[in-house]
């Protein structure tokens, strides 16, 4: 049974950084796109970067500039690299392969000083 599974979350202070994991077991991580979507409290889920299966990168506008997304097919893992961090980035951090209809946990980011 393929599994995902997102890790790398944190309390962290306004203008600092966190890299965010997902991965991703069994043998289809390379075949799909990812992306990562975030939800905060009282809020709707929200996309917030993609990568193709090519490594073409989308963002949208609200973390242009500060995240980073990447993958590495060769560990079936992909990242979210998230510098420049703002209070309203709280929120709980999931990710998505085109090839899943599930969700995985998510991981808790928190931004207080």
């Known amino acids: 049974q393929v599994q995902l599974v997102e890790s790398g979350g944190g309390l962290v202070q306004p203008g600092g950084s966190l890299r965010l994991s997902c991965a991703i077991s069994?043998?289809?991580?390379?075949?799909?796109?990812v992306d990562w979507y975030r939800q905060a409290p009282g809020k709707q889920r929200e996309w917030v970067a993609g990568?193709?299966?090519?490594?073409?990168?989308a963002y949208a506008g609200f973390v242009k500039g500060r995240f980073t997304i990447s993958r590495d097919n060769a560990k079936t893992t992909a990242y979210l690299t998230m510098n420049n961090l703002k209070p309203e980035d709280t929120a709980v951090y999931y990710c998505?392969?085109?090839?899943?209809?599930?969700w995985g946990q998510g991981t808790q980011v928190t931004v207080s000083s």
């Open positions: 990568i193709s299966v090519g490594s073409n990168r």
């Open positions: 069994g043998n289809i991580f390379s075949v799909g796109a």
């Open positions: 998505k392969h085109s090839q899943l209809n599930s």
